[in-house]
């Protein structure tokens, strides 16, 4: 059984590999790295570490678990969230919120759970209609904007509905691709 701490943000939780015990630490690579006095830690899952805080203001709590990955799609990309500005939207214009960062990440979890045979999970859900919601900022604005992507050029009406629910309707790129698809729906 495997310890992680559980941390909140505004688009779901996220966690970290956790040891308190010399025990914990095998199989890691630290083992002769962390000594006693160092615990309890967590791996930031980019080969390093950190000392944990129970203070931290986004740490909920500590959970232990069988699997490598410990919360569910739902809990780590919150769907339909009503703050939802980045992430996926799917066919049925379901919202699963993400950083601006973490789309491919996000994109494993939805694979994982439509297309488990899916060998790339953007590919994937390029393929089968999902829509990305990304920040456009390019270096060079004063302010970032929510830019609508789709490899395909398809859009269903459920998503369109939940572009203008979302204030993105106006968009260049959605208009074109309402324009574009609407004879479809």
């Keep these: ?8 943000s505004p688009n779901g939780y996220y966690y970290y590999r956790y040891a308190d015990t ?29 000392k944990f805080n129970e203070k931290d203001h986004d740490f909920c709590k500590i959970m232990e678990s069988d699997k490598d990955v410990p919360l ?35 994109a494993q979890m939805i694979a994982r759970k439509f297309y488990p045979r899916a060998r790339f999970a953007q590919t994937a859900l390029d393929r089968n209609g999902w829509l990305q919601i990304i ?30 629910d979302l204030g993105l309707y106006k968009n260049e790129e959605v208009m074109k691709l309402i324009a574009e698809n609407e004879n479809e729906w």
């Design 1 to 8: 059984m495997k310890k992680f701490a559980i941390y909140s």
């Design 22 to 50: 010399l025990e914990e630490l095998e199989g890691t690579g630290f083992e002769e790295i962390i000594s006693e006095e160092q615990l309890p830690v967590v791996f930031d899952g980019r080969g390093g570490y950190f």
């Design 72 to 106: 569910s799609l739902e809990e780590m990309y919150f769907v339909n969230s009503p703050d939802f500005r980045l992430g996926w939207i799917s066919p049925e214009g379901d919202t699963y919120s993400c950083s601006y960062a973490n789309h491919a990440k996000c």
């Design 135 to 164: 920040d456009s900022w390019d270096g060079t604005e004063q302010l970032h904007r929510q830019f609508v992507y789709t490899d395909s050029g398809k859009i269903t009406q459920k998503q369109a509905d939940k572009l203008f």
